[in-house]
């Protein structure tokens, strides 16, 4: 008997302590009380959850305390890498992608007599581009006729899209947003993971791999990776949409190489083309039309990856110490044969 009641006190106890240790709880974490029933025992989404994994790989360890680079900056203060060579591990990288089976479309504009670049381009690219993916060439041109047929590797195909052309150079390189925007939206999101955005006037010549891809991705100007804020070329007129403060300021971007996600580039070249038809309804155009509307968008939307010069590169240039490899390098235009105009937009301007 005397046994008993100790055992109705000690029970009587613990379930004092238990509802003050609840009711406690619940003052301080109200959210942190749940109701389970049943479905947890139901289905989620969850369930279709594939289990990837890398396999045994050798590499040698990463050094916490001996960084790849120490001559460039790696990362931006937003912690988006910055790509240069050392940096990565194309091989971890490669399996990563495959595995998720990603395939990239590359858009290039070939107007009027720019088609001229197009053998040259795919041909190095064939060599260098996302070697062992599912590529799709996009290549706008007002000029069908004269694009050149390039036998192209297995899994990858030239995509030849009908476009006008406009009269005014300028309009040719701005009008780009808007034609990347429409096919966005059209057909680039049913066939491809991302967009790589870029220039024509150009040849691979070494790698660029899946290192490149991120959500969205912009690459440093060649000729202003070390320039100060102020003499970044941004729009400093107040009255454009392109506008940038002189305060203001990461990078300058180059107009000639962007990219990341099908939905993501979609966004990009939809504010550009937008803020360039504000601008035009209002008899102002951007200084350096395209360009000055992407490094409005990358100050604001931070881009995920940023392209080293690596990825970007002219030859008119002298090539600094910490510039191991040249993948992606203008092509020395003939303006009087090629352009209408005699207008200087090289990446070399500033020199
Ligand atoms: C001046 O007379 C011109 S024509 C300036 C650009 C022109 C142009 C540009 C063109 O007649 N046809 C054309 O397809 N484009 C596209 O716009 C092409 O894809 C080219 O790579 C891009 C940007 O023009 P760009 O390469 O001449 O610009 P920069 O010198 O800044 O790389
Ligand atoms: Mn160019």
């Not at 289990?51 to 912690?79: A, C, G, I």
């Amino acid at each position: 008997m005397v046994c008993a009641k100790k055992w109705i006190f000690v029970l009587a106890v613990l379930m004092v302590s238990f509802c003050w240790y609840n009711m406690r709880r619940m003052a301080l974490h109200p959210s942190l009380v749940f109701h389970c029933n049943s479905q947890l025992t139901s289905s989620s989404q969850f369930d279709l959850l594939k289990q990837d994994f890398l396999h045994r790989m050798l590499y040698e360890k990463p050094n916490v305390l001996s960084p790849p680079r120490s001559d460039v900056l790696m990362m931006t203060p937003w912690f988006a890498p910055i790509v240069w060579n050392g940096t990565y591990n194309i091989d971890i990288l490669n399996t990563q992608f495959h595995q998720k089976n990603v395939s990239i479309g590359i858009t290039i504009f070939a107007i009027k007599k720019y088609t001229v670049f197009i053998k040259t381009f795919i041909e190095t690219a064939e060599k260098f581009f996302m070697v062992g993916y599912e590529v799709n060439y996009y290549v706008f041109t007002d000029r069908v006729g004269d694009i050149p047929n390039i036998t192209l590797g297995e899994g990858r195909q030239l995509v030849i899209l009908e476009v006008p052309s406009y009269n005014r150079w300028q309009e040719v390189s701005m009008r780009r947003m808007e034609m990347i925007r429409d096919h966005s939206r059209q057909r680039f999101v049913n066939e491809v993971d991302y967009l790589v955005c870029v220039d024509v006037d150009m040849r691979f010549s070494d790698d660029v791999g899946v290192e490149i891809l991120s959500h969205s991705f912009g690459t440093l100007h060649p000729g202003y990776y070390a320039a100060s804020r102020t003499s970044f070329t941004y729009e400093r007129r107040q009255q454009s949409t392109a506008y940038i403060p002189t305060d203001e300021g990461d990078f300058y971007y180059a107009g000639g190489y962007f990219g990341g996600t099908v939905e993501e580039v979609y966004k990009l070249s939809n504010f550009c083309h937008n803020a360039m038809m504000t601008d035009k309804g209002n008899n102002i155009e951007a200084i350096w039309q395209d360009e000055s509307y992407l490094n409005k968008y990358f100050l604001y939307h931070k881009p995920t990856k940023i392209l080293s010069p690596e990825y970007l590169w002219d030859n008119n240039y002298e090539a600094p110490a910490f510039l191991k490899r040249r993948r992606f390098v203008a092509v020395p235009k003939n303006h009087d044969a090629i352009r209408n105009k005699r207008a200087l937009r090289d990446y070399s301007r500033n020199k």
